[in-house]
């Protein structure tokens, strides 16, 4: 069955080093989220794309991170140069954002959003 | 600015206690309120959502509009129901999914 697929599951690197996280959503999909998972902050929004373009990344420290969609089969965020701070699990989950009927006026609906498993970053 | 706030970060019950976990909300447009549950190796997934006014494994929620809170109930916990709980929010223009930070429910035998 269709899957959000994230690489890598698990990354251990070093203070000042790139890392690049990779997010295939499921096809036919038109939205994609990035969140991190902390114990602190729970999951917090990166960033969101609907159809490739990105909607909001308000979330996101702009001075280190980045995220981009090179075509509909993948997603990435990057973190250049990285920092023991950004130790946490990364989330990317995919859906399919429809034109309807909301409160009785035209708009678009979320459906519901799948998850991948996770990357579990570790930055030492 | 939409917020969802789980004020629990842990909540442990006995197997068949009543459950509660809470969440608020402020947004100040109509909302949509979901809930997502992650199980213990497993993905992140979702409970249930506010307009399908639907009961999901014994678990209800209804969305208060004066109270902003969209709680989750059920009568008798169970076992399996031990999980991280995230309470969600999509404001209806943007579509933008925020979550709250989550509650834990550990069930006792």
């Known amino acids: 069955d269709a899957r959000v697929t994230q690489t890598p599951r698990h990354k251990v690197t070093e203070m000042g080093q790139e890392v690049t996280m990779r997010c295939q959503p499921i096809?036919?999909?038109?939205?994609v989220f990035w969140y991190r998972q902390t114990m602190m902050q729970g999951l917090e929004l990166l960033a969101y794309?609907?159809?490739?373009?990105?909607?909001?990344d308000s979330g996101m420290p702009k001075d280190r991170f980045s995220a981009e969609m090179p075509d509909a089969t993948l997603a990435t965020l990057k973190i250049q140069p990285s920092e023991p701070r950004d130790s946490a699990v990364y989330f990317c989950?995919?859906?399919?954002?429809?034109?309807?009927?909301?409160?009785?006026?035209?708009?678009?609906?979320?459906?519901?959003?799948?998850f991948g498993e996770g990357s579990r970053l570790t930055v030492l | 600015a939409q917020r969802v706030t789980q004020p629990e970060k842990l909540l442990s019950v006995f197997k068949g206690a009543p459950v509660e976990l809470k969440c608020n909300y402020s947004?100040?447009?109509?909302?949509?309120l979901f809930w997502y549950v992650q199980y213990s190796r497993q993905r992140l997934q979702l409970l249930l959502r506010?307009?399908s006014r639907e009961s999901i494994k014994g678990f209800t929620a209804d969305l208060n509009k004066g109270e902003t809170s969209f709680h989750l109930k059920k009568p008798f916990a169970q076992e399996e129901d031990s999980a991280m709980y995230y309470c969600?929010?999509?404001?209806?223009?943007?579509?933008?999914?925020?979550f709250g930070t989550g509650t834990r429910l550990l069930v006792s035998p």
């Open positions: 969600a929010l999509v404001n209806t223009g943007f579509q933008k999914l925020v």
């Open positions: 989950a995919s859906g399919l954002v429809q034109r309807g009927v909301t409160s009785g006026r035209q708009g678009h609906r979320t459906g519901e959003l799948f």
């Open positions: 506010h307009i």
């Open positions: 096809l036919g999909h038109n939205t």
């Open positions: 794309f609907r159809n490739r373009a990105p909607l909001d």
């Open positions: 947004y100040s447009g109509s909302p949509e």
